[in-house]
C-alpha cells in the first residue's frame, strides 16, 4: 500500500484556525473520495496552548455548519521533524510561514513544502509583488465569535484548491499524468 499523504495546517496555539482548518479539509477529502489516501493533521508554534482543546467558539461555529467539531484533538507545537515528514505545510499567516521557514533552517525540500493557505483560494487577493499577508487566515482568539464565522469562510474559500492540488500530488506520485 502506498504512503499517505500527508497535509499539515499551522496556526498561533492550534485552538482555533488550524484545527478548523483541518477538519473542513479532512471533511472535504473524504467527501472527493480521497480519505484513505491523504491524512491530515494540525499544530501551532506556539506551545502556550498544549494540550487543550479545541476553542468552545470555534466547535460552535463548526457544528452550526455540519462539521465536526474536533472533539478528541489536544494542542501540539509544531516541530522540525513535522517539515520532514508532510508533504504539505499550510500556514494560516505570513508570520506563520516565516517562522515555519526559519523552523525548515536549510532543507530547501522542506520550505518548498510550505503553502499558504489562502493561496489556494481562487478570490484570494493574490498579485504579483502582493506582500504574502495579505492572504492571512483571520484570527478570531481576540473577537466575539462572529469572527469564528469569518475564519471558517475563509477556510472554506480554499479547502477545494486544496483538495485539487493533493489530487494532482497523488496523480504525480502514482503516475496518471502525463
Known amino acids: 500500500m502506498a504512503l499517505p499523504y500527508r497535509v499539515m495546517t499551522v496556526c498561533t496555539g492550534n485552538i482555533c484556525r488550524s484545527p478548523m482548518a483541518e477538519i473542513v479539509l479532512r471533511e472535504r477529502l473524504a467527501a472527493a473520495g480521497l480519505g484513505d ?6 499544530t501551532g508554534l506556539s506551545d502556550e496552548e498544549r ?11 463548526l457544528r452550526r455548519h455540519g462539521y465536526p467539531t474536533g472533539e478528541g484533538h489536544r494542542a501540539r507545537q509544531t516541530r522540525a ?4 515528514e508532510r508533504d504539505l505545510v499550510l500556514p494560516m499567516t505570513a508570520a506563520h510561514a516565516r517562522a515555519l521557514r526559519r523552523l525548515a533552517g536549510g532543507d530547501p525540500a522542506a520550505r518548498a513544502r510550505i503553502r499558504m493557505f489562502r ?36 477556510v472554506e474559500a480554499a479547502v477545494d484548491g486544496i483538495v485539487a492540488h493533493v489530487r494532482s500530488a497523488l496523480d504525480y506520485r502514482n503516475g496518471l499524468t502525463d
Open 37 to 42: 489516501q491523504v491524512e491530515v493533521d494540525s
Open 51 to 61: 494540550g487543550n482543546p479545541v476553542d468552545w467558539r470555534a466547535r460552535a461555529v
Open 81 to 84: 521533524s513535522h517539515l520532514q
Open 119 to 154: 493561496s489556494f483560494d481562487p478570490a484570494a487577493p493574490v498579485e504579483s509583488g502582493q506582500p504574502e499577508h495579505v492572504l492571512d487566515v483571520d484570527d478570531p482568539w481576540y473577537g466575539p465569535e462572529e469572527g469564528f464565522e469569518t475564519t471558517l469562510a475563509e
